[in-house]
């Protein structure tokens, strides 16, 4: 079982940066997979940012060269560094894991756990 909480979201301007957290509380040691993924109004959710429990990370091609997936495993703690911030980046942000720790993906099917979301904002 997991338990995920996202903060750091909010709003900036076009170019601006932001950092998601994503705190992970679990009740086993097990290693995992994790995932960032947004929803925009109308759209559907899209995978982001993936990272294995190795550090092997993955990107959308909307998002390379601007958005940096990392894990603190001493926090228990995912990350999302967002910069050159678009008004397109804005949707809702969700942190998403699963227990296939080997999986490395951005699909939504993939993941079994899911955060409540923040909100990012980018305007013109």
């Known amino acids: 079982q997991v338990q995920l909480v996202e903060s750091g979201g909010g709003s900036v301007q076009s170019g601006g940066s932001l950092r998601l957290s994503c705190a992970v509380s679990r009740y086993t040691d097990s290693r995992y997979c994790m995932a960032w993924f947004r929803q925009a109004p109308g759209k559907g959710r899209e995978g982001v940012a993936g990272i294995d429990s190795d550090g092997t990370a993955s990107y959308a091609d909307s998002v390379k060269g601007r958005f940096t997936i990392s894990q603190d495993n001493v926090k228990n703690t995912l990350y999302l560094q967002m910069s050159s911030l678009k008004p397109e980046d804005t949707a809702m942000y969700y942190c998403?894991?699963?227990?296939?720790?080997?999986?490395?993906?951005?699909?939504?099917?993939?993941?079994?756990?899911w955060g409540q979301g923040t909100q990012v904002t980018v305007s013109s």
């Open positions: 998403a894991a699963d227990p296939k720790w080997w999986l490395l993906s951005l699909r939504e099917r993939d993941y079994n756990y």
